[in-house]
């Protein structure tokens, strides 16, 4: 008997395989080269991604080095400086000090922990309770939302159930790069990332619809939080019934090309979509739904907020009838006309008597008011005496600018006793964009005794600047120069102003002016006339030059004189062509304010930021003092250095210089804060 071991293994017949049908067999074929694309195209696309999150942190990290080696330059520099320059950069630092203390009281972190309280299972919100069981949702779009986020999950920990933020691309890498920010590792939050240059994109319609289908499912026992930073327009975007987004896109741009109305188009823009003017609201209804806004629009006005998703909006009831003003009905897609045509209900049963959902409550966490008074204390601090205008100014940046040297010159002439408070009153009741009430005039009249060390006048809101894809410039450094000028001719107007130092600061809370990388600028009255002074010096000089060039020419060309006369000619005419691109009226027409600020005083001028992850809009400071003795020091010489011709102090008004013999007080000099004008750096 043969061992098993030893025994041959048969072979099993192999089965007949059916042969393919050959478009099935192409179909499979293809079906595999999909799949192998696709494969290819996700690995491309992943190693995309990596590349341009590398590229990223190498470009912080040189951005970081680069900021340090500056920081070290202009210590050095600095140290050389006179007194004059070295009070323009305290005064600048002062202001800087001034305005991060309103950036930093609406500092979303503080902001949370100071305005939402949690005491065991109940939250409190501004006086509000609302009792909690592992019920709470949160939603939410912007980038400030990263840290409002975090702060809440942080605080109410196991009673949030599920989270979705809708925020900027590239800003989910940044949250990482400040601990403060992280959020907690078991963190129940869905961070989703869409939008492209401030535009809406297929990503954050996707990431919109996702939240808003989530919301559907919510039931009365829920609690939903929508926690919304202004100007968020772009992520939270999905349109209504089958519209698609190109096509809303282009009936807004359409409105805006007629000249509508930006309430007109915000009415159309409102009526198609599914989320905005409080159609988010109404999907997740019947769950009570809170509000969290950090404000970007002065006067808080709900309904012009990130496209109030959550506040009941009548208005956009009235977008057919704007289509119709503007003829652009017969000319939109069937889709848009579909939606506009739709008629709104009789009657709402879930808004009350004035309009509001009955179901919703409205919480302002910051706005531009509490970053004011995050700078009046800093004022305080530095000796001066804060006083709040406004914190909602709007309007041009042109009218705004005129308005601020109206008020600013009112309050030197009223602290020097002549005006009155009527008179006051008079001058600025009617005005536009700074209209003045009696109870304001009386609450800021100043005087004398309460000056301190000068007065600070704080100011906030939303001005507007046109931008341009050539230019670069914002509101806050077109408001600086413009106030520049505008201070220049007041101060011609009224000599008396010439005894007062006075300077301006606006920059952005969010870190950003407009299409610039610096948060804004500072602006005096020497600023933008010193430019022009320097214009007409080269160009008298470039004339006499042009008329003995000419003659040396004609009489000796190959002299070595003549040779360095032409090479002067032609240094002083590039010189004379990089002034006048800098001039203060063309950059304001060519909106390109940037350029001039970057190119004087080796770009001291702007206001650099890091990016704040706030936006309660633009803070404003115009800081005023006495008249300051700019003779370098040589007052507080000893009397015998003073007499001395090399000794002389150059300010008539200078205490040392007042005892002296009327002859040996020498003409006046321009003080280093108010008139001496910027040292052009033109590259």
Same mark, same amino acid.
């Given at each position: 008997? $043969?061992p +098993?071991?030893?025994?041959?293994k048969?072979?099993k017949? +192999?089965k007949?395989?059916?042969?393919?049908?050959p478009? *099935?067999?192409?179909?499979?074929?293809?079906?595999?080269?999909?799949?192998?694309? +696709?494969? &290819?195209?996700?690995?491309e @696309?992943?190693?995309?991604?990596?590349?341009?999150r590398?590229?990223?942190?190498?470009?912080? +990290?040189?951005?970081?080095?680069?900021?340090?080696?500056?920081?070290?330059?202009n210590?050095?520099?600095?140290?050389?400086?006179?007194?004059?320059?070295?009070?323009?950069?305290?005064?600048? *630092?002062? /202001?800087?000090?001034?305005?991060?203390?309103?950036?930093?009281k609406?500092?979303?972190?503080?902001?949370?922990?100071?305005?939402?309280?949690?005491?065991?299972?109940?939250?409190?919100?501004?006086?509000?309770?609302?009792?909690?069981?592992?019920?709470?949702?949160?939603?939410g779009?912007?980038?400030?939302?990263? /840290?409002?986020?975090?702060?809440? @999950?942080?605080?109410?920990?196991?009673?949030?159930?599920?989270?979705?933020?809708?925020?900027?691309?590239?800003?989910?890498?940044?949250?990482?790069?400040?601990?403060?920010?992280?959020?907690?590792?078991?963190?129940?939050?869905?961070?989703?990332?869409g939008?492209?240059m401030?535009?809406?994109?297929?990503?954050?319609?996707?990431?919109?619809?996702?939240?808003?289908?989530?919301?559907k499912?919510?039931?009365?026992?829920?609690?939903l939080?929508?926690?919304?930073?202004?100007?968020?327009?772009?992520?939270l975007n999905?349109?209504?019934? !089958?519209?698609?987004?190109?096509?809303?896109?282009? $009936?807004?741009?359409?409105?805006?090309?007629?000249?509508?109305?930006?309430?007109?188009?915000? !009415?159309?823009?409102?009526?198609?979509? %599914?989320v905005?003017?409080?159609?988010?609201?109404?999907?997740?209804?019947?769950?009570?739904v809170?509000?969290?806004?950090?404000?970007?629009?002065?006067?808080?006005?709900?309904?012009?907020?990130?496209g109030?998703?959550t506040?009941n909006?009548?208005?956009?009831?009235?977008?057919?009838?704007?289509?119709?003003?503007?003829?652009?009905?017969?000319?939109?897609?069937?889709?848009?006309?579909?939606?506009?045509?739709?008629k709104?209900?009789?009657?709402?049963?879930?808004v009350?008597?004035?309009?509001?959902?009955?179901?919703?409550?409205?919480?302002?966490?910051?706005d531009?008011?509490?970053? &004011?008074?995050?700078?009046t204390?800093a004022a305080?601090?530095?000796?001066?005496?804060?006083v709040?205008?406004?914190?909602?100014?709007?309007?041009?940046?042109?009218?705004?600018?005129r308005?601020?040297?109206?008020?600013?010159?009112?309050?030197i002439?009223?602290?020097?006793?002549?005006?009155?408070?009527?008179?006051?009153?008079?001058?600025?009741?009617?005005?536009q964009v700074?209209?003045?009430?009696?109870?304001?005039?009386r @609450?800021?009249?100043?005087?004398?005794?309460?000056?301190?060390?000068g007065?600070?006048?704080?100011?906030?809101?939303?001005?507007?600047?046109?931008?341009?894809?050539?230019?670069?410039?914002?509101?806050?450094?077109?408001? %600086?120069?413009?106030?520049?000028?505008d201070?220049?001719?007041?101060?011609?107007?009224?000599?008396?102003?010439?005894?007062?130092?006075?300077?301006?600061?606006?920059?952005?809370?969010?870190?950003i002016?407009?299409?610039?990388?610096?948060a804004?600028a500072?602006?005096?009255?020497?600023?933008g006339?010193?430019?022009?002074k320097?214009?007409?010096?080269?160009?008298?000089?470039?004339?006499?030059?042009?008329?003995?060039?000419?003659? /040396?020419?004609?009489?000796? #060309?190959?002299?070595p *004189?003549?040779?360095n006369?032409?090479?002067?000619?032609?240094?002083?005419? =590039?010189?004379?062509?990089?002034?006048?691109?800098?001039?203060?009226?063309?950059?304001?027409?060519?909106?390109?304010?940037?350029?001039?600020?970057?190119?004087?005083?080796?770009g =001291?001028?702007?206001?650099?930021? =890091?990016?704040?992850?706030?936006?309660?809009?633009?803070?404003?400071?115009?800081?005023?003092?006495?008249?300051?003795?700019?003779?370098?020091?040589?007052c507080?010489?000893?009397?015998?250095e003073?007499?001395?011709?090399?000794?002389l102090?150059?300010?008539?008004?200078?205490?040392?210089?007042?005892?002296?013999?009327? &002859?040996?007080?020498? #003409?006046?000099?321009?003080?280093?804060?108010?008139?001496?004008?910027?040292?052009?750096?033109?590259?």
């Amino acid at each position: 008997m $043969v061992p +098993k071991k030893l025994q041959s293994k048969r072979k099993k017949p +192999k089965k007949k395989r059916t042969p393919l049908d050959p478009a *099935e067999a192409l179909a499979r074929i293809q079906k595999r080269e999909e799949s192998l694309k +696709k494969r &290819i195209m996700k690995v491309e @696309e992943t190693k995309e991604i990596l590349t341009k999150r590398k590229t990223e942190r190498t470009a912080k +990290k040189n951005a970081l080095r680069d900021a340090r080696i500056k920081l070290y330059e202009n210590q050095v520099k600095n140290r050389c400086k006179t007194i004059q320059e070295k009070r323009m950069i305290q005064i600048r *630092e002062d /202001m800087k000090s001034i305005l991060v203390a309103g950036v930093d009281k609406v500092n979303a972190l503080k902001v949370v922990n100071d305005k939402v309280k949690l005491d065991g299972t109940t939250m409190m919100i501004n006086g509000v309770k609302y009792k909690l069981k592992n019920n709470v949702h949160m939603v939410g779009w912007g980038r400030e939302t990263l /840290m409002l986020g975090a702060s809440l @999950e942080k605080l109410i920990g196991k009673h949030l159930r599920k989270g979705f933020l809708v925020v900027p691309k590239g800003s989910v890498s940044g949250m990482w790069d400040n601990p403060l920010w992280f959020p907690a590792l078991n963190s129940r939050i869905t961070f989703l990332e869409g939008g492209s240059m401030g535009l809406p994109d297929d990503k954050s319609v996707e990431a919109t619809c996702r939240i808003a289908e989530y919301c559907k499912k919510l039931r009365k026992a829920d609690v939903l939080l929508v926690v919304l930073s202004g100007g968020t327009e772009a992520l939270l975007n999905c349109p209504k019934g !089958a519209i698609k987004l190109t096509e809303a896109e282009e $009936v807004l741009s359409m409105l805006k090309t007629a000249m509508a109305t930006p309430l007109e188009v915000n !009415a159309v823009r409102h009526k198609l979509s %599914a989320v905005f003017g409080g159609e988010l609201a109404r999907l997740a209804y019947p769950a009570k739904v809170v509000t969290l806004v950090m404000s970007d629009v002065p006067g808080n006005l709900p309904h012009l907020i990130a496209g109030s998703p959550t506040v009941n909006d009548p208005g956009k009831n009235a977008a057919l009838a704007v289509v119709r003003k503007y003829k652009l009905e017969e000319s939109l897609p069937s889709a848009v006309r579909d939606v506009l045509y739709e008629k709104p209900p009789a009657k709402d049963p879930l808004v009350n008597e004035n309009n509001q959902f009955k179901f919703v409550d409205y919480h302002v966490l910051a706005d531009t008011g509490d970053a &004011i008074r995050g700078m009046t204390d800093a004022a305080f601090r530095l000796g001066l005496v804060p006083v709040t205008i406004s914190s909602t100014v709007v309007g041009p940046v042109r009218e705004v600018s005129r308005a601020y040297a109206q008020v600013t010159a009112l309050m030197i002439l009223a602290a020097e006793g002549k005006i009155s408070k009527l008179e006051m009153y008079d001058a600025m009741k009617f005005d536009q964009v700074l209209p003045l009430s009696e109870e304001k005039v009386r @609450e800021i009249f100043p005087s004398k005794e309460r000056w301190g060390l000068g007065l600070c006048l704080l100011l906030g809101g939303a001005p507007s600047a046109d931008l341009s894809e050539k230019g670069r410039t914002g509101p806050n450094q077109d408001l %600086a120069l413009y106030f520049s000028l505008d201070w220049y001719l007041k101060v011609k107007e009224n000599p008396i102003l010439n005894d007062y130092v006075v300077w301006f600061l606006g920059g952005s809370t969010a870190g950003i002016d407009g299409n610039t990388q610096a948060a804004g600028a500072y602006g005096y009255g020497s600023l933008g006339p010193a430019v022009f002074k320097r214009y007409k010096e080269l160009t008298q000089e470039e004339s006499a030059l042009d008329i003995k060039v000419r003659g /040396m020419l004609r009489a000796n #060309p190959e002299s070595p *004189e003549t040779q360095n006369a032409v090479k002067r000619y032609e240094s002083l005419r =590039d010189e004379l062509s990089r002034v006048s691109a800098i001039l203060p009226d063309r950059v304001l027409r060519e909106r390109n304010a940037n350029f001039m600020f970057m190119n004087i005083n080796d770009g =001291d001028e702007l206001l650099n930021l =890091d990016y704040t992850y706030t936006n309660v809009s633009d803070l404003h400071i115009i800081r005023i003092a006495r008249y300051q003795c700019s003779c370098d020091g040589e007052c507080l010489a000893p009397r015998e250095e003073i007499l001395s011709p090399k000794g002389l102090c150059q300010d008539e008004k200078c205490v040392a210089n007042q005892m002296l013999p009327k &002859i040996l007080v020498p #003409p006046r000099n321009q003080c280093c804060a108010r008139s001496a004008g910027p040292k052009l750096k033109i590259y």
